[in-house]
C-alpha cells in the first residue's frame, strides 16, 4: 500500500466509526429505546455526530486528502487510491462549504418546520405549516447557493443525493415517460376490478414475519451478518459490512405492506453487504447515489418479487402459512392481485405503475419553487392541479395533498426525483442481468436467486462508492439512465396482467 494511503486511512476509519456508532444509536431510537430517553439519546448523538463533523472537517485530513489525490494523479492504476481520492475530495468540500453557524440555523428551522408539519398534518391546516415551509425553503436557496452550482440552484441539492445529475437531465426524463405514463395509468384504472381483494384479509402477524425472513434468508441475505427487527416506519441500516440491519412494519389486514416492505428493505441491504470488504471503514463503502440505491431495493421488490415466476415460487409456502387467508387464491390471482394498479392520493401507498406520478407531480413544483415562479402559499392548489392531471385525483383536503410526506419539512430538495431514477436504473440493470444469465422467470419459479444475485455483486454491488452510478451504467448498459427499458417493461407486464393493449 502506498504511503499517502496508509497515512490518510486512520482519519477515515476514525470518522467511519464515529457515524456509524452514531447510525447505531440511531437504529436503536426507532426500534428498541424507551421513549424516556429521547432528549438524553438525541444528546448523545448530536455529540458522536459533531466530533465526527470535526474530524471530516479537520486540517488534518485536508492535508492528507492532498498528499493522497497528489499521488493518485501520478498513479492513476492504483484504483483505491485513485476512487478513494476523488471521493474524499467531495465530501471534504460538502462538509465545508456551509459554514457552522448556517449548519445550526437550518438544523433548527428544519426541526421547527418537522414538529409544524405534524401538527398541521394531524389537523389538516396548511396555514400553521406555511411560514416555516416558507422559512426552510429560503434556507435551501441559501444552501444551494453556498454549495455552488453552474445551470440551476435545484442542481447543487440533487446533486448530495444523485451526483453530477442536474435537474434540466431529469425534466427530460420525466416529460418523455409521463406524457406515456399518464395514457398507460388511465387505460388500467379503467379497467379496476377487486383483483387486490385477497390482500386485504387477516394475516397472523407473526407468521407473517417468519415467512419473511424464510424467503429474504434463501434470496441471500446474510443473517450472520444482518438483523430482522420491527419498527413504525420500515428502513434499513448499515453498521459496517457484517452488520446491515433491515426493519419492517406489520399490517395484520393487509399482505404486501410487511412482505414487499420487507424485499424492499432487503434490496437495499444486499447491495450493502456485497460491497467489497477491502473497502471497509473507508468512504467508499456506502451506497454510490440514493438512485443507485434504491435500484436494488425495487429490483427485489418488483421485477423479482411480483414477477410470475416468484410468485408461484413463494405461492405453496403462503397458503400453508396462512390456510385461511389463501386457500381458494390462485398463484394466478395472487399475481394478479400483487400486481393490482390503482391511482391513488398517497405516494407510499402507490403501484408499481403510478408511482413515478407521485415522484414527478413533486420535482415539478420543487423546481418552480427553486425558480420562484410558485409560492409556498401557492402550494396546496399546485399540488391538487397536479394530481389531478396525473393521477385523475384531485384531494379533498390537505392531508391527503401536499401535507403527506415529511420530506420538504426536513429541507430534503432534491430527494424525491431518485426513487423514480431508482425505478428506472432497476430495470436498466434488470434487462441486462436477464440478457447475461437467460431467463429468470424460470430461475425464480425454481426458487434459485444466487445467479441474480451474483450478478449484481459483481456488476453493481463490490464497487460501493468507487464508482458513480453512470458510470456503472455505462459499463453494465453501455448507456446512461434512460426511461426506456423501464417504459417497455411496464407495457409487456401489465399488458398480459389486465389483458390489454399499452
Ligand atoms: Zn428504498
Redesign the pocket.
Known sequence: MSEPLDAILPLFHRISDLTHTAALLEWDQEVWMPDSAAASRAHQIATLRSIAHEFATSDELAAKIGDLAEYASANPEDDLAVSLARVATRDFQQATKLPTSFVATLAEAESLAKSTWRVARESDQFALFQDDLARVVDLNREKAALLGFDEHPYDALLDLYEPDLRASQVSTLFEALRSELVVIVATLSGLADGRAAPLHRYFEPDVQLEVGRRVVEKIGFDFTAGRQDLSSHPF?TTFSITDVRVTTRVDENFFPSAFYGLL??M??ALYEQGINPRLERTPLADGTSLGM??SQ??LWENQVGRSRGFVEHVHPQLCSAFPEALSTVSAGEFHRAVNAVTPSLIRVEADEVTYNLHVMLRFELEVALFEDRLSVAELPEAWNDLSEAYLGLRPSNDAEGVLQDIHWAMGGFGYFPT?TI?NLMSAQLFKKAAADIGDLDEQFRAGQFSPLLDWLRENVHRFGRSRSADSILRTVTDQGLTAAPWLAYIRKKYADLYGTDL
Open positions: 434499513c424492499h428493505e434490496g437495499h440505491h434504491e431495493s425495487r426513487y431508482g
